[in-house]
């Protein structure tokens, strides 16, 4: 008979490997990554589209009183305000992740539970 406290051998050792295309809906970032990839996003979506909208509008609105008219028209429309929402959203959130940021870089929060609960407070502080 085998004696129970005798080894039995190396157990296997997981492997881990890079997730598919198809597994990226089932894979759960931790609240810091998600933080770190809306940040990305909404700096790309301020820099490509943002910038050059708000100039517009900004010139639309100082040129003349008919530009202003026409200013006034776009704005009211309920997918532009949909827009500038998201706009406003975009600058909240960068700009609050990057603060975030420099204090990480401080060496300020860089503990798990502090660096999740910066991560909370800025999605949070962004939504609202």
Excluded at 22 to 48: K, T
Excluded at 84 to 103: K, N, S, T
Aim: some cysteine; proline content about 5%; glycine content about 6%.
């Amino acid at each position: 008979m085998a004696d129970p406290a005798v080894k039995q051998g190396p157990r296997a050792r997981p492997q881990y490997t890079n997730i598919h295309v198809s597994q990226i809906v089932q894979y759960r970032l931790p609240l810091a990554g998600v933080v770190s990839i809306l940040h990305r996003i909404s700096g790309a979506l301020m820099f490509l589209f943002g910038l050059p909208f708000i100039l517009y509008l900004f010139q639309q609105s100082i040129t003349s009183e008919i530009s202003f008219e026409s200013y006034r028209a776009v704005v009211a429309s309920p997918l532009v305000k949909l827009v500038l929402v998201g706009f406003i959203w975009a600058y909240l959130h960068h700009f609050c992740a990057g603060i975030r940021y420099l204090l990480l870089d401080l060496h300020v929060g860089t503990e798990k539970e502090q660096s999740k609960t910066s991560a909370g407070v800025v999605l949070a502080v962004s939504w609202r």
